[in-house]
Structure formats: structure tokens, C-alpha cells
């Protein structure tokens, strides 16, 4: 408890040194309505709660899914696995404008909150669609319990609230955006990762130069050393950083050089 607390307490200033109008984030508690808050780079998000501000934080501030991983290079080809609100997808694409993103985020809320997202920055290297990624293509079902950044595909309760989602396998994804490699593949999908990646065939994992994903021990079967020991044995050198407060959590990066 006390290592959670001087976690949180030691990111708190974070907020208020990087986005102009932190304040904003008041409205939050007090209206409870949606409130545009702005970072100092002069990107701009539209967020629903403090969760919300909290995402931003670590992705676009801490720039979790780069700071122990490569930089993003601009021109870089992107994919974004559970893209949320946009923030990933958005702040790479402001700060890279030759970047092409593809966003891929099934929940219809956060969803048209991508959008608007996207919108309110001018952002025209998105691809954003309202669809889910996983084992194979078609249908699936997103399990709709807890805060909308914990939806996911993976719960297997029967009483579990969900909604039907249409869903595209990784290998789909390449092949309908005629994609011959992708430079950085960024997952954050509540356990939906094993079923993607161990679904995804060689062919089209030959094609991706770097992995950032969040890993979610316990949401299946398998296990984020299961995921290192899979992507080394196909070539990936791959490194983990578990969450400095939920032992369950982490970050796994995993890299191959082209020849």
C-alpha cells in the first residue's frame, strides 16, 4: 500500500507541469461531464473521467510505450490495438505527421470519443475503425464490466454485461490495409494480446519491427513469460517491465532487426 501510494503521489505534478489547463480536470469531480484538457505540446483530448487523464499521463506524457522501448521515428508505419480515446494514436500522429496510423478501438463510447478526438486535432494520419482484434476475423463479443479502458474479449463469465463487436485477426489487418511491414505495433487490449499474437501467423509477425504491449496476467490461461517465450522464439529479442503498483501488470517490448 505504502509503494502505491508514493507511486501515485510522486506522478500527481506530472499533471499540472504538462497540461496548461489541469484545472479542468475538477469539472471532472464537480459536473461530472466531459471536459477538453490541453497538454503543453499543444495536442488537445476530450476525456470523460480522471481515468482518462490518467491514460494520458502515462501515454503521452510518461510515454509508456516508448520510454524503455525505440522511439517512434516519423514516417514510421503504426498500429493501435485497443486505441481507446485516441491518446496513443493521436500523439503519435501530432508529433509525427509523416507517420500513417491505424487505430483499432471496438467500444461505440470511446470510439466516437476517438473521433472526436481526432477531429479536435486536425489530425489527418489516423485511419481510426470501430473494430476489435483478436484470434479471427468476425464477430466478437466485448465484455462491457468496470471503466470503459477495461473493457475486453477475454472474460469468460456468462452474467458478464457485453456487446457484439465486429473483430479482425492481425493477419486481416496487414492484408486489408496492403501493409508490408509495420515499424510499431502497440497492444493494449485487457488479455486479448495471447489470443492476437498467438494467432497471428509467422508470415505476418516477420513483418513487424517492434512490440509495445501492456500485459494482463490473470484476465486468461496464459501468462506474459508465455508471450516472451513465443515472440523469442521467432526471432524477437524481448524485455518486461512489470507495473510499479499491480503485480498482474506490465509492459513487454520486443524488437527484430530487418535484414
Same mark, same amino acid.
Given at each position: 500500500?505504502?509503494?502505491?501510494?508514493?507511486?501515485?503521489?510522486?506522478?500527481?505534478?506530472?499533471?499540472?507541469?504538462?497540461?496548461?489547463? $489541469?484545472?479542468?480536470?475538477?469539472?471532472?469531480?464537480?459536473?461530472?461531464?466531459? *471536459?477538453?484538457?490541453?497538454?503543453?505540446?499543444?495536442?488537445?483530448?476530450?476525456?470523460?473521467?480522471?481515468?482518462?487523464?490518467?491514460?494520458?499521463?502515462?501515454?503521452?506524457?510518461?510515454?509508456?510505450?516508448?520510454? &524503455?522501448?525505440?522511439?517512434?521515428?516519423?514516417? $514510421?508505419?503504426?498500429?493501435?490495438?485497443?486505441?481507446?480515446?485516441?491518446?496513443?494514436?493521436?500523439?503519435?500522429?501530432?508529433? @509525427?505527421?509523416?507517420?500513417?496510423?491505424?487505430?483499432?478501438?471496438?467500444?461505440?463510447?470511446?470510439?466516437?470519443?476517438?473521433?472526436? &478526438?481526432?477531429?479536435?486535432?486536425?489530425?489527418?494520419?489516423?485511419?481510426?475503425?470501430? *473494430?476489435?482484434?483478436?484470434?479471427?476475423?468476425?464477430?466478437?463479443?466485448?465484455?462491457?464490466?468496470?471503466?470503459?479502458?477495461?473493457?475486453?474479449?477475454?472474460?469468460?463469465?456468462?452474467?458478464?454485461?457485453?456487446?457484439?463487436?465486429?473483430?479482425?485477426?492481425?493477419?486481416? *489487418?496487414?492484408?486489408?490495409?496492403?501493409?508490408?511491414?509495420?515499424?510499431?505495433?502497440?497492444?493494449?487490449?485487457?488479455?486479448?494480446?495471447?489470443?492476437?499474437?498467438? &494467432?497471428?501467423?509467422?508470415?505476418?509477425?516477420?513483418?513487424?519491427?517492434?512490440?509495445?504491449?501492456?500485459?494482463?496476467?490473470?484476465?486468461?490461461?496464459?501468462?506474459?513469460?508465455?508471450?516472451?517465450?513465443?515472440?523469442?522464439?521467432?526471432?524477437?529479442?524481448?524485455?518486461?517491465?512489470?507495473?510499479?503498483? @499491480?503485480?498482474?501488470?506490465?509492459?513487454?517490448?520486443? @524488437?527484430?532487426?530487418?535484414?
Amino acid at each position: 500500500m505504502i509503494r502505491r501510494i508514493k507511486y501515485y503521489l510522486s506522478s500527481v505534478p506530472t499533471i499540472p507541469g504538462q497540461i496548461s489547463n $489541469w484545472y479542468a480536470c475538477f469539472g471532472l469531480l464537480l459536473n461530472k461531464k466531459p *471536459v477538453v484538457i490541453k497538454l503543453r505540446n499543444g495536442c488537445q483530448f476530450k476525456v470523460r473521467s480522471l481515468m482518462d487523464v490518467w491514460i494520458i499521463k502515462e501515454t503521452c506524457l510518461d510515454r509508456d510505450y516508448e520510454s &524503455n522501448a525505440t522511439s517512434i521515428q516519423d514516417g $514510421w508505419t503504426v498500429i493501435d490495438i485497443g486505441a481507446g480515446l485516441g491518446d496513443f494514436a493521436i500523439s503519435v500522429a501530432y508529433e @509525427h505527421p509523416n507517420c500513417q496510423v491505424y487505430a483499432y478501438e471496438p467500444f461505440p463510447e470511446s470510439y466516437r470519443l476517438l473521433a472526436e &478526438n481526432i477531429k479536435l486535432n486536425s489530425i489527418r494520419n489516423v485511419i481510426a475503425m470501430p *473494430v476489435a482484434i483478436g484470434a479471427r476475423s468476425g464477430e466478437m463479443t466485448l465484455f462491457t464490466t468496470g471503466a470503459a479502458v477495461q473493457h475486453t474479449t477475454t472474460n469468460t463469465s456468462s452474467t458478464a454485461a457485453s456487446v457484439t463487436v465486429q473483430g479482425l485477426c492481425l493477419d486481416d *489487418v496487414f492484408e486489408m490495409n496492403v501493409l508490408s511491414v509495420c515499424d510499431f505495433l502497440k497492444m493494449d487490449c485487457e488479455g486479448g494480446e495471447f489470443d492476437i499474437l498467438f &494467432n497471428t501467423s509467422e508470415a505476418t509477425l516477420k513483418k513487424i519491427r517492434n512490440i509495445c504491449l501492456e500485459y494482463h496476467d490473470e484476465a486468461t490461461e496464459f501468462s506474459h513469460t508465455d508471450l516472451v517465450n513465443y515472440l523469442r522464439q521467432r526471432g524477437f529479442q524481448v524485455e518486461t517491465f512489470p507495473n510499479p503498483v @499491480h503485480s498482474r501488470l506490465g509492459f513487454l517490448y520486443a @524488437h527484430q532487426s530487418f535484414v
